[in-house]
């Protein structure tokens, strides 16, 4: 009996994070990715619910606590590179120390090599997973 309360205990915690994020789409430069904050017509439309581009959406409200235009923000949507890897909040909270728009943190900062903002860095416009890339797939988005 123990060890079925315990395995359902465990369940329960793997579902509630793995699906704790929601995939909003990919911070990009690139137009025709439909999966593409650019793209009008996709991801990027102000009609669409989970867009940061719809003023009256979560992710795009400047009132919404999990809006990329909020400048007091405190859940932000999560960049990820193409490797996985954590790129900070798309975020235009100057003082969340993970927020892109943060000018002295490490995913905001022009000389940090995490932050989209360094075009040497993870902001290169050479890079296939950078959000400055015009033809490239940016970094993908993820709302809580």
């Known amino acids: 009996m123990n060890r079925f309360i315990i395995s359902a205990v465990l369940a329960a915690l793997f579902v509630s994070t793995a699906y704790a994020d929601e995939y909003i789409g990919n911070y990009s430069a690139n137009k025709n990715n439909a999966n593409s904050t650019s793209n009008p017509n996709g991801v990027g439309s102000p009609y669409n619910a989970n867009s940061i581009n719809n003023p009256n959406g979560r992710y ?73 890339n015009p033809y490239g797939e940016g970094l993908e988005m993820y709302g809580e």
Do not use: C, Q
């Open 60 to 132: 795009g409200s400047p009132n919404s606590a999990t809006s990329a235009n909020n400048p007091y923000a405190t859940e932000a949507p999560k960049l990820y590179n193409s490797d996985g890897e954590y790129r900070g909040r798309l975020s235009d909270n100057p003082y969340d120390a993970d927020s892109t728009s943060n000018p002295y943190g490490r995913y905001g900062s022009e000389y940090s090599s995490d932050s989209i903002n360094n075009p040497y860095g993870a902001g290169s416009p050479y890079r296939s997973d950078s959000p400055n």
